[in-house]
């Protein structure tokens, strides 16, 4: 496995891998892995010849500075996990590298619409950080396939839409949440969770799949006290709401009549702690 810190490095290893026609599968991510990036990764080797995991804690994505700066760094332990799963390059590149010029003078990447409703709402800038930072990888490594988790479903959608518009050849690969045995999904922010919280988060999912039963089950007119329903059990368990509805899975409106596949989107906080969570619900 090889660790790559420049991009005039890497950019020569592309050239090379290029030359013998491989093909190559990127996973982008900020380190801290878990058993979602590690089944990620997984399913990348199903795909492509050589895996390449960026590790970049990307600050322009970042609300605020104290979330930033507390994110886990675990790239050692990382690396270990990465090699024992036989992934080919790890490219850890430092800031200076990313943004010479510094964030502010960036040139970045938006994808209007998408990047400005719902967490894009609650969090000002961040997709757009996510969105910067995806297509500078895009163009240092122009891998054939990219592999993102449904988990953070609007980020899927943005990344979709960023590569339809931008005319990149490159397929997305998404996968399923990858959940623990009591249903919450793998995510870091888990790690921030005090041990009451962490037995209280799993009933989001139990939350989500009872209104996605009783969706199904009942007419869709009933969806708004379907959502009221949930909404205060949530919050009787102690999660403050800042999403949770019913949305269209290709544009995210709120659901209409018009809309052939629903998805039920939840942005939640608990304690200090950010949770999202979806489930899909096909008509």
Request: charged share 25%; proline share 3%; net charge positive.
């Amino acid at each position: 496995m090889y660790l790559i810190k420049k991009i005039k490095i890497l950019h020569e290893t592309i050239k090379l891998i290029k030359i013998q026609k491989k093909t190559i599968g990127l996973v982008p991510t900020m380190g801290n892995l878990h058993n979602g990036h590690i089944k990620l990764i997984l399913l990348s080797k199903k795909y492509a010849d050589i895996i390449i995991v960026s590790i970049f804690i990307n600050p322009m994505q970042f609300n605020c500075l104290s979330d930033l700066e507390n994110y886990p760094k675990t790239f050692k332990k990382d690396c270990k996990t990465l090699k024992k799963i036989g992934v080919n390059i790890v490219f850890f590149p430092n800031v200076n590298e990313i943004y010479p010029y510094g964030i502010c003078n960036q040139t970045f990447v938006e994808v209007p619409r998408l990047s400005n409703i719902l967490e894009g709402r609650s969090r000002p800038g961040h997709f757009k950080g996510v969105t910067t930072i995806v297509a500078k990888l895009f163009n240092i490594i122009q891998p054939n396939f990219a592999f993102f988790g449904e988990k953070d479903y609007q980020q899927l959608l943005i990344i979709k839409t960023l590569v339809k518009e931008l005319n990149y050849f490159i397929k997305i690969i998404s996968l399923s949440t990858v959940r623990l045995k009591n249903g919450l999904a793998y995510s870091s922010r888990n790690n921030n969770l005090t041990i009451e919280e962490k037995k209280i988060a799993p009933y989001l999912y139990k939350t989500i799949k009872k209104t996605s039963e009783a969706i199904t089950k009942e007419n869709i007119n009933v969806k708004e006290k379907v959502i009221n329903k949930a909404k205060l059990a949530l919050i009787k368990k102690g999660f403050v709401i800042d999403i949770y509805n019913l949305y269209d899975q290709k544009t995210l409106n709120i659901l209409s009549q018009k809309s052939k596949k629903m998805i039920i989107l939840a942005s939640v906080w608990l304690g200090k702690t950010r949770l999202i969570d979806n489930k899909k619900i096909f008509n």
